[in-house]
């Protein structure tokens, strides 16, 4: 199928790239307009000019897709095989660990705050002071509730 799309032969330079590990556009490219030829003539020949310029520049096209991806190194005419990301499920409950712990942080900040917006009425002034590192954050009442300061943290 000389006329494939991008995403074909993306498919197909990554598994030739799997397989082999390291090696050189050029032999990527051969290996692959070997096969194209094979299946368009069931005998082992050479493409037309026309599909052979094609199938180069998608060859091309998919290891640059491949780089940008990640998948892939080049280093000058040498590829390298570096894979697909793998998450690991390690990776994810720590994730979630840290997700748990900022949501109740966040719920916590966000009773205390109600509870102060409860025990301050209408009238009351409340000065706020906040560092310069946005991490403290000092409230003083001018009613009978005495200052408080919070640590912020994310």
Not at 9 to 33: H, M, N, P, R
Not at 105 to 131: C, F, M, N, P, W
């Amino acid at each position: 199928m000389p006329g494939g799309g991008l995403r074909q032969f993306s498919v197909l330079v990554c598994k030739k790239l799997e397989s082999k590990g390291s090696t050189t556009y050029a032999e990527v490219l051969d290996e692959i307009i070997e096969e194209f030829a094979m299946t368009q003539t069931n005998t082992a020949g050479s493409l037309d000019e026309f599909h052979e310029k094609n199938v180069r520049r998608r060859v091309y096209d998919a290891l640059n897709v491949l780089m940008a991806l990640d998948i892939i190194t080049r280093e000058k005419k040498e590829i390298g095989w570096k894979g697909l990301c793998t998450t690991q499920i390690k990776d994810l409950e720590e994730l979630k660990v840290v997700d748990v712990q900022l949501m109740t942080g966040i719920a916590r900040k966000a009773a205390y705050l109600k509870d102060l917006e409860e025990q301050t009425s209408l009238h009351a002034t409340v000065e706020i002071e906040i560092s310069e590192d946005m991490q403290l954050v000092h409230l003083d009442f001018n009613r009978q509730y005495t200052a408080c300061t919070m640590m912020l943290t994310f």
